[in-house]
């Protein structure tokens, strides 16, 4: 049985690719102020960070990277341990909050269909449930995993760790297909390499599914057009209309499967009419989901594709990232560098199988593509493309233990430098609030959410987000609903002034219980005017517990009050915010 010990007579290499990997680290911090991420900025991370003891941990990652490449690991072994170490990488994170005010949306139609059944979610998609600009794949899935398992965080969390994973492998499997099994080892380690990645793993929205069944796509238009069957062939489809219905995104980047026919034709192990038989085979198969469940929903989708074209697209132009921020300071800068390589190589061997993984990334920059978040769902072809790159390197020892250091760094900064970050944003206030209210020997939660005093958001968005952390059953009424601003057309935040109060949260989910309730008061700030506008509601109530994590970053800032009973308080006896 073979193992995965390499063994190399050039430790100088390995010394080389040590040093680069904190050079690297040290080049980007001095140059942090070029990092405009919105979310996870360098310049934010680490500020006041202790530099010395960055380095170490760095130093301490690359140890442990050299230590397992040097394991005696059996080569038919190293899938499993690609996809149970990605999962694990991943849960590293699962005590990040949700600091993307989009999970709102995705929890409330999630919650819809665990409430109402899957009949009403399919029936209501897009009329009762507010859909914005979000396809139902998604949500339907998160209101599965609420249904059978219960409407708790972790499970989504392990739902979308499990999906990262699976991606993890699929582009293993990809790597292997197109070039050999050490291309797709290493594409697949190379997607731990990507911290602002890891970071979104754990987060209840679309991008980390998505990228999954783009992946699944892929992978199965290649499989099916080499080995045909109705079987592959009909699977391969469904997995095509999967990505089609996951997030309006996919559509452009699902472009990429006419050039893998067209690869096929050239390179594949079957004439040209095989092929071509094949891929008008799997389209018909997806025009036939898609469109039957489309012409369901026809008005629906026509007027999400309007809101696309005048909304989102005139909005990439504003809400914009550099790209030196996502592929050097989000992603390794090896992975990059070697994308680069890769692509002069691929075009020296004229190796047409490298644009099935560059094409979706030179859509990438060819339209702008300026945010981190909307190119997740190409990322594992940036993986392959960099992975064929660094396959180029001669020595095997040394070209291993790169893709080892990549990861092990990449985790290291995430793990100690975004974690932290993310986990002292007011944010995280909403997940200790909704856990201390679990905690609580109450029945129900009535929620007050004051206006934002220091961005234009709809603070009723904020219910929902609570909602998703604690097991208690929420009442929220609105009282005098906020004016909208006036550039709110344009705001990204636009779809939160188009959120309506779902009826589960006027008395109560149907099933919920009566008997004693609690107040949670959510605000940007508790001065004067906020206690005084809640002073007559919480009348009989004594303060529980605040919590009160602030930041000097972000604009949106939950601060949390919560309010439990006295013995003489009525229930739910009173309307509105008082």
């Not at 679309?206 to 080499?226: N, Y």
């Amino acid at each position: 049985m073979s193992t995965f010990r390499p063994r190399t007579e050039n430790n100088h290499l390995l010394v080389l690719i040590s040093l680069l990997s904190l050079a690297v680290f040290l080049t980007l911090f001095v140059l942090r102020a070029l990092d405009d991420n919105r979310l996870t900025s360098w310049q934010w991370v680490f500020a006041g960070a202790d530099v010395f003891k960055v380095l170490l941990l760095l130093g301490l990652g690359l140890a442990a990277a050299y230590v397992f490449t040097r394991l005696p690991i059996p080569g038919r072994s190293l899938p499993a341990v690609l996809f149970l170490g990605s999962f694990a990488a991943g849960a590293l994170f699962w005590s990040e909050p949700e600091p993307i005010a989009d999970a709102a949306r995705y929890f409330t139609q999630a919650k819809h269909l665990e409430v109402y059944g899957i009949g009403y979610f399919l029936a209501e998609w897009g009329a009762e449930i507010k859909a914005w600009t979000d396809l139902p794949l998604v949500p339907l899935l998160y209101g599965l995993v609420f249904s059978l398992f219960g409407e708790t965080r972790t499970y989504i969390q392990a739902f979308t760790t499990l999906l990262f994973s699976g991606t993890v492998f699929l582009t293993f499997l990809i790597g292997r297909e197109l070039w050999d099994r050490t291309a797709g080892l290493f594409a697949g380690a190379l997607l731990l390499g990507m911290p602002y990645l890891l970071t979104q793993v754990p987060l209840m929205l679309a991008d980390v599914p998505t990228m999954f069944f783009l992946t699944l796509a892929v992978f199965s238009v290649v499989k099916a057009l080499d080995r045909g069957g109705t079987g592959p062939l009909v699977l391969s489809g469904a997995a095509v209309a999967l990505a089609v219905l996951s997030k309006y995104s996919a559509w452009l980047m699902l472009t990429v499967l006419p050039l893998i026919v067209l690869a096929r034709v050239s390179e594949g192990p079957n004439g040209p009419k095989t092929v071509l038989r094949r891929g008008l085979s799997i389209l018909a198969v997806s025009l036939l989901i898609v469109g039957g469940l489309a012409a369901f929903k026809f008005d629906v989708v026509s007027e999400q594709i309007g809101l696309l074209r005048t909304f989102q697209a005139p909005g990439l132009g504003r809400w914009t990232e550099s790209f030196a921020s996502t592929f050097f300071f989000q992603i390794h800068p090896f992975i990059t560098l070697s994308a680069l390589a890769a692509a002069v190589v691929a075009l020296l061997k004229k190796d047409l199988k490298f644009a099935i993984a560059a094409w979706p990334v030179l859509l990438v920059i060819v339209l702008g593509i300026r945010r981190a978040r909307y190119i997740i769902p190409v990322l594992p072809m940036l993986a392959l493309m960099a992975s064929y790159g660094l396959s180029q390197i001669k020595d095997t020892a040394a070209k291993r233990f790169a893709v080892a250091s990549i990861a092990a760094t990449s985790i290291v900064i995430a793990l100690f430098g975004y974690l932290p970050f993310l986990q002292n944003m007011s944010a995280a206030n909403l997940r200790d609030a909704g856990r201390y209210l679990s905690a609580m020997d109450v029945e129900r939660v009535e929620v007050i959410a004051l206006p934002q005093a220091r961005v234009s958001i709809n603070p009723a968005v904020s219910v929902p987000l609570l909602d998703l952390f604690t097991e208690k059953n929420i009442v929220y009424r609105p009282g005098e609903p906020s004016a909208a601003p006036e550039d709110v057309s344009t705001s990204p935040l636009r779809f939160t002034w188009e959120y309506e109060n779902p009826r589960y949260y006027y008395a109560g989910r149907p099933d919920s219980p009566g008997g004693r309730s609690a107040l949670a008061v959510i605000a940007s700030d508790f001065d004067e005017a906020s206690l005084a506008s809640i002073r007559r509601r919480i009348e009989g109530y004594r303060l529980a517990g605040e919590f009160a994590v602030s930041d000097d970053v972000f604009a949106y800032r939950s601060l949390i009050r919560i309010y439990s009973p006295t013995q003489n308080t009525a229930h739910l006896g009173r309307d509105g915010n008082g």
